[in-house]
């Protein structure tokens, strides 16, 4: 038995006769259908339609095994149903799909606080769509999936004692059905738009992925391979490309896709030996290797702290001490002072070498989603065209540029860093005045940071002649 799987049993062992009561292990909607938020059951429903607010809600929900829970009438599951539902809606107008993983204390019940955070950002891009000429408006669907982040009901300190097991149980979620969900929206999304069907039209249905704590680690290892892949034919095709006039390799110039349009992951509980591999791969490719007005595809953001808040001490305490005892007796580089060894204790967040770009808030009055000011479409428009001409005359990022968005978040592509500045790739030191620490991750200026990154793609995507 490894040390660390014994160090934690004996914890656990002298632990148990504190926890007052495990959260349950069971369908949290075990209705597999619609309702509206007045119905009586609205709670149970694994749709939910917010009609009000013009978007829709829908749940899946997963065993400790990664395994997507069955209504035993009938065997029916929620992620057939949500698809289903999507199939319908999607005969109307374009989607925006927008899935959620929740992390560490949370799960799919109605006043989780991650459920409400989410209904929140939903109902944000759906004022943004609703502001868009007609034709062009998408239909918001969220997707939330649900597992068993929340494993007791007890004091804050036994909960935070479950850090360990819980990610062993996001890890088991990671290699299960999650895959299934994920790669169900991502084709959805790509037939569809691929697609003339049923109007005649072509389409154009957008695909966020977020993930949060622990459901950063199961959205980044369903999707890694993914990003591995589009990082690494970039390379190749730079190896293999004739020289330009420069003397240097110019590479085929096509646009890395992303999973969907784009991933986030916030605050996620993951070694940063598991994105070594992407970033040896991006610092290998040439100059200018990326294709001009190339968008983000991944975006990880983790609050690492400074003088007004301790930011993320999960990932940035308690993660490298249990990766301390987990990785007694394996062979890590030869040394605890190596590189390889740092990057083995190490959320990869709060790894100094990786960091692309810094996030502060210029706007601390928007503390919440009632204190934004109101989404106007057109002038977040204007807005990115004028952040084109000044940081991106040619199609290509210039070193050190700054973009600042409307709710008050304002990104930093930092000088230092040795990633070239167009890598869509970014690594997101956060200020607390943005994320305050490992679970508060929804202050209304970044939900709004959020939606405004997704949008400015969908604008690039969409509309690019009238924004740039």
Request: proline share 6%; aromatic share 10%; hydrophobic share 40%.
């Amino acid at each position: 038995m490894k040390p660390a799987h014994l160090f934690f049993i004996l914890m656990a062992c002298i632990l148990l006769p504190a926890f007052s009561g495990c959260a349950p292990n069971a369908l949290y909607r075990d209705k597999v259908e619609a309702c509206g938020l007045t119905d009586a059951e609205f709670a149970r429903c694994s749709i939910e339609d917010h009609r009000d607010q013009n978007y829709i809600l829908g749940f899946v929900e997963f065993d400790d095994q990664g395994i997507p829970y069955t209504r035993p009438s009938d065997g029916r599951n929620q992620m057939d149903a949500l698809f289903d539902r999507m199939r319908v809606e999607s005969g109307q107008r374009d989607l925006c799909i927008i899935v959620f993983l929740h992390g560490w204390k949370h799960n799919a019940a109605a006043d989780d606080s991650n459920v409400n955070d989410f209904r929140v950002l939903l109902a944000q891009v759906a004022k943004m769509e609703a502001g868009l000429p007609i034709p062009s408006q998408r239909e918001v669907i969220g997707v939330y999936a649900g597992w068993r982040g929340l494993s007791l009901h007890a004091t804050p300190i036994d909960e935070n004692l479950t850090f360990w097991a819980r990610k062993a149980t996001a890890e088991r979620v990671a290699e299960g059905s999650i895959r299934a969900l994920l790669a169900r929206a991502k084709a959805f999304r790509d037939v569809l738009n691929t697609s003339n069907w049923p109007s005649g039209l072509p389409h154009r249905t957008r695909m966020l992925t977020i993930g949060h704590s622990f459901g950063g680690l199961i959205v980044y290892a369903a999707v890694a391979q993914y990003l591995t892949d589009q990082a690494a034919t970039l390379e190749v095709k730079s190896l293999i490309a004739g020289p330009g006039p420069d003397g240097e390799r110019i590479a085929e110039r096509g646009q890395i896709a992303g999973y969907g349009d784009l991933v986030v992951v916030i605050n996620p509980a993951i070694e940063a030996t598991r994105y070594e591999p992407i970033r040896e791969i991006l610092d290998r490719a040439p100059q200018r290797a990326f294709a001009p007005w190339q968008p983000p595809v991944l975006i990880e953001v983790t609050s690492v702290g400074d003088s007004t808040g301790s930011g993320d001490w999960a990932t940035g305490t308690v993660f490298p001490i249990g990766r301390f005892f987990s990785t007694l007796g394996q062979d890590i580089g030869g040394s605890f002072r190596s590189g390889e060894y740092t990057q083995a204790v190490t959320a990869f967040g709060h790894y100094p070498d990786f960091w692309t770009h810094f996030l502060t808030n210029t706007n601390p009055a928007a503390t919440n989603a009632e204190t934004l000011s109101a989404i106007h479409p057109d002038e977040e428009c204007r807005s990115l065209r004028e952040f084109n001409r000044a940081y991106r005359p040619d199609g290509y990022l210039v070193k050190g540029w700054t973009r600042t968005y409307d709710s008050g978040a304002q990104l930093h592509a930092l000088e230092q860093s040795k990633s070239d500045p167009n890598n869509p790739y970014w690594i997101i030191r956060a200020d607390p005045s943005i994320i305050l620490d490992h679970t508060h991750i929804t202050k209304g200026v970044f939900l709004d940071f959020i939606r405004q990154v997704y949008d400015d793609i969908v604008i690039m995507k969409d509309r690019e002649m009238n924004c740039r």
